[in-house]
């Protein structure tokens, strides 16, 4: 299982990378009688770099508006400007993007003209960081693999707005102004391949509902989460990197078993208010509790099988998998106790 999620980690943050260096390649040995061509299509305010003509970089120039984009870009750059509106007009021959990074602009959502987005059929990766978004905007286009919205101001999901995004593997709606009310039973869905959510450092007191079963990486930190619901991730069982660090958690907000979860590889916990180590399951590796209000730690009550067994098993046994172990910030005092070293065989660093 570990291989299999590795994998599609990689997949999902190196395709990028690897996507663009091999287009540069092929164009790399472009004819040099081709470069005048493409520099007189270049917009003024940008570059195009002549060994990678499918790149228009317009970024850092003080543009306040769009330039007209040439048919031949599929990247487009245009982070870190003073953009307010994205109109159809400079899109119009734009007909093969596949990239749009907007950083750190001023967007609002009124100034997206209405189905410009959806308009961009072959669209695959938008980026709209740092700018002054009150809703995700829609309608988004459906062939769409990441969607980044992070430090805006959204505290609104229009009903629907992922319903034909099966494509999209990352949604980033971080640092921005959802409650609770904003995430529906409904909201999510849709969005059959998702593997990466993140809805860190907004206002959520509750575990959002009905998270897309195939999500890998479900990141919360940074919210006002007091409970996790009995059964919780049952309803996904795929995931493997869980983040509530910085949150309300409680002993008493934790059901018996709520992070017993098999498919879970690492699991953040730390900055809330446990007194005590949950109950972890045996394939985990990457425990965070630093932080939190923990006093004594017994490694025959953490111990996800028992003592006697954990014993009697060899170096390549059934052992349970913790590798790294994260305790300081507590109340704890050294030494570290032995029966946590006998547990936990493959166990390389612990923090204290």
């Known amino acids: 299982m570990t291989l299999k999620v590795y994998t599609s980690l990689l997949l999902l943050f190196l395709v990028n990378s690897v996507w663009t260096r091999t287009v540069r390649q092929v164009y790399d040995e472009l004819d040099p009688e081709h470069w005048s061509h493409y520099t ?35 990247y487009l750059y245009l982070q870190n400007n003073l953009i307010e ?47 002054e978004l009150e809703e995700v905007p829609a309608p988004l286009p459906v062939g769409l693999e990441q969607l980044r919205l992070a430090r805006n101001k959204i505290s609104r999901i229009p ?61 919360l930190d940074n919210n006002s989460i007091e409970v996790i619901p009995e059964n919780y991730f049952s309803a996904i069982p795929k995931v493997t990197f869980l983040r509530l660090n910085y949150n309300k958690l409680s002993d008493d907000g934790i059901p018996p078993n709520g992070f017993n979860v098999s498919s879970i590889l690492d699991l953040q916990l730390s900055h809330n208010l446990l007194t005590k180590i949950p109950p972890i399951n045996a394939q985990l590796e990457h425990l965070h509790l630093d932080h939190n209000r923990i006093k004594s730690v017994n490694g025959t009550q953490i111990c996800p099988v028992s003592i006697a067994i954990a014993e009697d098993y060899g170096i390549y046994g059934n052992t349970p998998r913790l590798r790294y172990l994260r305790l300081d910030g507590n109340e704890i005092q050294p030494p570290i106790p032995l029966d946590i070293m006998i547990c936990f065989r493959l166990l390389q660093a612990v923090v204290i």
């Open 159 to 219: 009903e629907g707005v992922f319903s034909n995004l099966e494509n999209l593997t990352m949604l980033d709606l971080h640092q921005n102004s959802l409650l609770d009310s904003a995430l529906q039973s409904d909201t999510f869905q849709g969005l059959n391949n998702l593997m990466q959510l993140n809805i860190a450092k907004n206002s959520l007191k509750k575990m959002p509902l009905s998270i897309p079963a195939n999500t890998l990486q479900l990141f």
């Open 40 to 74: 007189s299509e270049c917009p003024q305010e940008c570059f195009c770099p002549p060994s990678f003509p499918n790149a228009l970089y317009c970024d850092n120039k003080g543009l306040k508006e769009i330039p007209a984009i040439p048919a031949r870009i599929w």
């Open 85 to 131: 509106t994205v109109s159809e007009k400079p899109f119009v021959n734009a007909t093969h993007l596949r990239w749009i990074n907007l950083n750190k602009n001023k967007i609002t959502n009124s100034g997206i003209e209405a189905g410009v987005l959806s308009k961009l059929k072959r669209l695959l990766y938008l980026f709209l960081e740092d700018n």
